[in-house]
């Protein structure tokens, strides 16, 4: 079964505004941990912010945040103020409490940023 | 000061060949894994070691033998190298498995094609 679905295979976006990438994911554990993750063309795959099942307030970093509504199962990414650099694929994940650490990822979207 | 580091970076070789790919973290974790990222992007997790101790072995082929010589290496060794091995392999490491709030890093990743 699909853990973690993101819908939007690619967004487009101008520089400097802001945009939302989706992420809904299904689980049954009370305990889990939501991620995202950058791979820009380059290949690497970078750590962005991180979202835990009973954090009462929405995660932040910087320009990132985490819209995490958990009755919806939504984990959804926000980037602020759009820079070109920012243009690459995004990527989901859910690590679950019964699941030893396994990332389970979803398809990713790929976010264009225009000037 | 790489956190996590992969050898080699390219891999091309002939099917049936076997070759290894090396990892090695300098961020003192105690779990390491491998993931696999095919061509339409997706990536699933095939191990994972913690502290030495094999503690996720996903289906993957037997062809496929992971090695952890000590708590900061992981290695991937694969035999007989079919067509559909052509991927790309990440590294990651975290501190433990028991929660779901470590963050996995990832290694700059190794691309393999095989002819």
Request: hydrophobic share 30%; aromatic share 12%; proline share 4%.
């Amino acid at each position: 079964a699909q853990k973690i679905t993101q819908t939007q295979p690619g967004m487009f976006v101008q520089e400097k505004e802001a945009v939302t990438l989706d992420c809904t994911y299904d689980t049954s554990d009370p305990s889990y941990g939501l991620f995202w993750y950058k791979q820009p063309s380059s290949g690497e795959m970078i750590f962005l912010i991180y979202q835990g099942s009973y954090d009462q307030q929405n995660a932040t970093e910087g320009r990132y945040s985490l819209n995490f509504q958990k009755a919806r199962k939504s984990a959804n990414l926000v980037i602020s103020a759009s820079q070109l650099g920012d243009s690459a694929m995004y990527f989901c994940a859910i690590r679950r409490g019964s699941t030893l650490g396994r990332l389970y990822f979803g398809r990713g979207t790929q976010l264009t940023v225009w000037p | 000061d790489t956190a996590v580091s992969q050898t080699p970076k390219y891999l091309v070789t002939q099917m049936g060949n076997d070759k290894s790919i090396k990892c090695e973290q300098n961020l003192g974790h105690d779990t390491m894994y491998w993931y696999k990222q095919d061509s339409k992007k997706f990536l699933k997790i095939m191990f994972s070691y913690n502290n030495k101790e094999l503690i996720i072995n996903e289906t993957v082929p037997n062809r496929f033998s992971p090695k952890s010589p000590d708590k900061a290496h992981l290695n991937l060794h694969i035999n007989s190298l079919e067509l559909g091995d052509s991927a790309v392999y990440f590294c990651a490491s975290s501190q433990e498995t028991q929660t779901n709030q470590e963050t996995q890093y990832f290694g700059p990743g190794t691309r393999l094609l095989v002819l």
